[in-house]
């Protein structure tokens, strides 16, 4: 199959470039409410490269096409339509420029402030990881690198060596470590579609140059399939291995890790943390005299009491028997103690509702500064505990 200007493969990397790359970029700018400086400089950083590649593929294609012997240079690439065309990377030099100009100056203090706000304040162990700590965008980012170097690589080593099986590679990465489907479908079209550009600079027959395509995309598909059974398979278990199976909190690892997390936001942050430890007056007679199925039960209602009673930023989590810890950021020693003052009324009443003669024993406090370790802070709320369960039944004490 002998390709024309347009079967080119410069061509085609000239719409990606001006079209789809660009597009990509701005709808993800303007969806979202916050963004860090590093990805604002990526962004224009991009464009810039945009830009410049647009120019070195428009004059080749105007050489290529200029000996055709056919309208397609003077249509295209001459006059004032090709001058139209060197508006595109003029438009994405003035964009990267504007974006590396006004956004930094005029928006970036508040973005950056609500997008550490957003990251710092997650509703704490409740919602299922991703899978990994690597930014979506930058694995988009490596992954097109790899597929644009496979794709010049296969060009160049024409049909004596194929590598198009090196696409399964930037496939799988995407598929695996980015959340949405939608990131791995699109890497799965446009590998194919590099693959059809590829194919199509040999010379072969219609039927063979179907059946390499459709083979190229059918293993593909199944690498994306795999690759995305594979990541729920591994999120599914992460989930089970952090989460209590009877009352669906975090448990006691999950929990210990957002208390270590906090102490380091505090050491580079400062503010306060507060910590309460509750513990259940009478569940051992509960448990003794009605059952381990009533056991369960109360235990459950503390897990719905404290998912109603704490903030989004809380973290709340079960750390063994009828223990359970509240992880409270940011919250002052005077909110603390109100805070639980009411989880002992709510969680009396809410008992004395269900049929159970079960209270609650809150050990709490306020670190002004970090403790010096996990550990520490965990032992000095327990003690308090303690001596709230010294004192008698629904007691506080800090």
Known sequence: MTPDVFHESEFVLLVLFSIVIPAGIYAFLFRKVSISRWTVGAFATVLLAVAGVNVVLLQHLSQLAKPTGTTIYDKLFSGQVSLALYVFPLVFGGVAVNLLSHMLVSHLDEAEAAFEDKRAAP??????PHLGARSPVFVLLACALAAAFIFALDLTTGEEIKLHVLYVFPLAVVATYCQRLTAALVALVVTTLLQIITYSHQVVSVPSFITDIGVAAAASALVVYLARAAR???LAALNEAQTDPLTGLPNRRAVLSRVDWELLRQKRYGGALSLALLDLDGFKTLNDTRGHHAGDEALQLVADVLRQCTRDSDAI?????DEFIIVLPNMQADDCRRKSRE????IARRMQAAGFAITASVGWKTFGAPPASTAQALRTVDD???????????QNCA
Do not use: P
């Not at 989590?317 to 028997?321: F, L, N, S, T, V």
């Not at 989880?343 to 709510?346: A, C, D, N, Q």
């Open 123 to 128: 509703r704490a162990m409740n919602a299922v």
């Open 343 to 346: 989880l002992g009324e709510t």
């Open 384 to 394: 308090l505990m303690y001596q709230a369960k010294a004192q008698g039944r629904k």
């Open 317 to 321: 989590g079960r750390i063994g028997g």
């Open 232 to 234: 729920s398979r591994y």
